[in-house]
């Protein structure tokens, strides 16, 4: 089992992180979609933002992990049959996706510390509110959360067409790449 990334392949952390931060990021941004439609009557109204906020921490924790990974395990090489405006295309995407993706995270946690409550993430432990009483905090950051929400949806969807472009028109390994595929098996 190759755990690091190669100069070829993405390794087995790198892949695992990233799809499971993609499933939570999808599914959280479903289930937020999903719990502000409930009424205060709702069983859900008071479980389901306790659910998003703790997968939510979860998420920030699996991101950082994945930011320190990159650092010990850099990513493949691009390929050489990149482009100069796809191999610059991909690093923005990528960057653009991870500030975009702390910045949900940052304002998710701003909203939920608003009035000075911690994060209880599933009992386990509590990430305590630090930044408290600045007016309209909850109110400035759930539209920041919402707006950037949609954005990583959106380039993240930009980003999964990219890789079937490579796959289905370009016919190259990014996409295998991306799913763990081992090349070096005969």
Known sequence: MLLKNTSTRFGHISVL???LV???VYGMFALGLWMVTLSYYDTWYHH???LHKSIGILVFIATIMRVIWRVISPPPKPLASYSPLTRIGSKLIQLTLYIVLFGILISGYLISTAE???IRVFGWFEIPATLTGQGIQADTAGVIHLYLAWIVVV???LHGLAALKHHFIDRDITLKRMLGYNFDKK
Do not use: K, T, V, Y
Request: charged letters at 15%; glycine letters at 6%.
């Open 48 to 50: 389901a933002p306790e």
């Open 116 to 118: 000075g409550e911690a």
């Open 22 to 24: 993609a499933l939570a």
């Open 155 to 157: 380039l993240s969807l």
């Open 17 to 19: 992180i990233h799809w």
